[in-house]
């Protein structure tokens, strides 16, 4: 088991920068990918950035340039937010997928509100 947390959503002017942080423990040794995810209301949920275990990441076209996803220790990856615009105004979840059958785990979300 896996459980997840995030933080560092709220409400920012368009241009300005936010920084969500996402804590896991359990079974930490057993994740080999983790992301986040973000969602609207009346729209499916979409992947907004990836990082594998190996350091592979991968973003959705709409944040590439913009958002960057890390990870310092086994328990933490963060999602670094910059020049944020109405668009990215969402519930931001944290997800992981461990070993060995891929489980995906997410978190609870945080809201991420951009005002322009």
């Known amino acids: 088991q896996v459980q997840l947390v995030e933080s560092g959503g709220g409400l920012v002017q368009a241009g300005g920068s936010l920084r969500l942080s996402c804590i896991a423990s359990?079974?930490?040794?057993?994740?080999?990918?983790m992301g986040w995810f973000r969602q609207t209301p009346g729209k499916q949920r979409e992947l907004v950035a990836g990082?594998?275990?190996?350091?592979?990441t991968n973003y959705a076209d709409s944040v590439k340039g913009r958002f960057t996803i890390a990870r310092d220790n086994p328990a933490t990856v963060y999602l670094q937010m910059n020049r944020l615009n109405a668009k990215d105004t969402a519930v931001y979840s944290c997800?992981?997928?461990?070993?060995?059958?891929?489980?995906?785990?997410w978190g609870q979300g945080t809201q991420v509100t951009v005002s322009s």
């Open positions: 997800t992981a997928r461990s070993r060995p059958f891929g489980t995906t785990y």
């Open positions: 990082l594998t275990s190996s350091g592979t």
């Open positions: 359990g079974s930490i040794a057993r994740i080999y990918t």
